[in-house]
């Protein structure tokens, strides 16, 4: 069965840097974009971006695309979504999504809760 | 990027009907026919229910159902059940593999 197993939650300073993973499995990994989503407390979705498994080439977020970088390891099925000097408001729940075109997405991770605090 | 806007709440009672509106831009939803609608329970991941502006994934109720005129997107649940109260988010399609989600509805089902 399709899967997207994402890293543990992690704690963080300001002006740190995460990196999450999203493992993925039950499907061609290359055949499928996989998309970053974030969710601050008690606020909606917002798309960070997408990188296409398949060659590495990744879209961001205008909001996003000076601190966020998205690669991916083909031998593993798996997705790494860095974020560099992180604030405050970038506390949030992470998820990763697969989709077989842009849009939708429809396959998602747990979910990845980053807390930054000093 | 701004958000597609969406109404913060709607209510309905066990068994009735009611729809959740999504406006966007002639840029996102007017120039595309990939709307999409996710519903989100407490503390878990978004569920697809709604693509391609009215196609639902195999295993989600026909009582969901989805349309588009225009800038305007929306999502219609019939004959409410009380798990159907979540947050429902929309999203579209936007140029250059880009994606917008909406501000997301609060379904309460009193």
């Known amino acids: 069965q399709v899967q997207l197993v994402q890293s543990g939650a992690e704690v963080k300073k300001p002006g740190a840097s995460v990196k999450v993973s999203c493992k993925t499995s039950?499907?061609?990994?290359?055949?499928?974009?996989v998309h970053w989503v974030r969710q601050a407390p008690g606020l909606g979705l917002e798309w960070m971006g997408v990188?296409?498994?398949?060659?590495?080439?990744?879209t961001y977020s205008e909001t996003f695309q000076d601190r966020v970088t998205m690669t991916r390891d083909t031998s593993t099925g798996t997705v790494y979504m860095e974020v560099s000097s992180l604030r405050s408001d970038d506390t949030a729940t992470y998820y990763c999504?697969?989709?077989?075109?842009?849009?939708?997405?429809?396959?998602w991770g747990q979910g990845t809760l980053v807390s930054v605090s000093s | 990027q701004s958000a597609l806007t969406q109404p913060a709440s709607v209510s309905g009672s066990p068994g009735q009907s009611i729809t959740i509106s999504c406006t966007g831009t002639?840029?996102?939803?007017?120039?595309?026919?990939?709307v999409s609608w996710y519903q989100q329970h407490p503390a878990k991941a978004p569920k697809l229910i709604i693509f391609?502006?009215?196609d639902r994934p195999s295993g989600v109720s026909n009582r969901f159902s989805g349309s588009k005129s225009g800038n305007t997107a929306s999502l219609a649940i019939s004959g409410l059940q009380p798990e159907d109260e979540a947050d429902y988010y929309c999203?579209?399609?936007?140029?250059?593999?880009?994606?917008?989600f909406g501000g997301g509805t609060r379904l309460t089902v009193l």
């Open positions: 999504a697969r989709s077989l075109v842009i849009t939708p997405q429809d396959y």
């Open positions: 039950g499907y061609k990994f290359t055949s499928y974009y």
């Open positions: 391609d502006v009215s």
């Open positions: 002639s840029s996102d939803i007017g120039a595309y026919d990939y």
């Open positions: 999203s579209s399609y936007k140029a250059s593999n880009t994606v917008l």
């Open positions: 990188i296409n498994p398949s060659t590495g080439d990744t």
